[in-house]
């Protein structure tokens, strides 16, 4: 029988070709790794002994610097509350005692309220008065006269310790000013409502600008509430420092809003004075004003910033509102060593071009936070806190 020829496509002789010949080399390293060990096929591998060591040492400390910045702003960001506030500087802040300092106060009395913040926070204040028997000429007739006027000024304080170790120095500044109202019906009483922000001292929660915003509203509330039971004339006058002056200019911006917008009578809205203890102009600029260096992560993280705390917008929206404008004192520390006094002439001068009625003064040799520690600054803040309380409201 002759065999049966098959015709085959050329291409069908190359495809066979090409399979065996891919064969033979897949398995040619795996023959020759038998065979030969010196054959054996090695994929190439990096190692640092490759890279030359003058390139090697500055490679790995830029990459550390980076990845330090990196990790620096990062926390900055994520932390930045904890880094602003903080209750607990010195340690054992938050245990502070009233009892402690109560000698020191005499003869003004110190009593601990307690309040809740429209978010639900229950918040501490203290409330501070002269002993009624301490005021020479003072009568159960004139506390009790219909037009006694109650000058009431509530307090914020900075952003570290608690309000304990600053009665001492409110006592004498409320002595000062009792000192001069002898007896009469019409002569002011004083009396300091001073803020627990919450996170502080026996305040729950945790400190934020948009919670601290409401204890302060809470605490406006409470304060008008109190004098709105006793029948008195009230006079609200609001004394910030450091980042309470951005508390305070805050509060008193929200309060003149509202009573531009005709939510509440305008008595209730009789914030008298602004005084701005050692006040910068918001949280950006102090960043810059701590970190000046372009090459710090601080300066250039302003955009992530969720506490601003700026007076100057503030003081605007004061300036704008259409009822009775307070008057504003800026005392700044001779020797402030955080706050650049440039912030101070600033907020003046922004004041002034808002047609806020404005004063500037300076303690002499004062750090940052020793103004209400040494006798001159308790004088001035005496005296403006006198003269407010002796304007007639409708002045």
Known sequence: MRPTFRPCHVSTFISRASNRSSRKLFLQPFLLSHSD???????PAFSLSAVSPIILAPTIFTGLVITLWAYKCAMLVLFQNKIIYMPSVPPFSRSEKIEDYERRCKPVTWREENITSADGTRIALMRGEVDKGYTRGSTEEAENSPRRRRIVVVYFQGNASSLPPRLPYLSEV???????????????????????????????GRPSQRGIELDAAAALDWTMEQSAADGSNLKLILWGQSIGAGVATAAAARRLHM???????????????????????????????LYPQ???????????????????????????????????????AGKDEIVPPE??????????????????????????????????GRQKIARFLREMGSIDSCD
């Open 259 to 289: 009573g531009t917008l005709g939510f509440r009578s305008s008595q209730d809205f009789n914030i008298a004075a602004l005084l701005l203890e050692t006040p910068f102009l918001n949280i950006r600029q102090m960043l810059t004003a």
């Open 37 to 43: 060990p010196k054959n054996v096929v090695r994929s």
């Open 294 to 332: 372009k090459w710090l992560p601080y300066r250039h993280l302003w955009p992530f910033l969720r506490n601003h705390w700026d007076n100057v917008e503030a003081l605007e929206v004061i300036a704008s509102s259409q009822t009775r404008k307070p008057e504003v004192l800026i005392l700044q």
């Open 174 to 204: 409320l002595k000062l000013l009792q000192q001069d109202s002898f007896g009469g019906g019409t002569s002011p009483t004083y009396s300091i409502v001073a803020v627990s922000y919450r996170g502080f001292w026996k305040s729950k």
């Open 343 to 376: 912030h101070g002439m600033k907020l003046e001068s922004v004041c002034k071009s808002c047609h806020l009625k404005v004063r500037r003064e300076e303690v002499d040799g004062a750090l940052h936070t020793e103004v209400v520690a040494m006798h001159s």
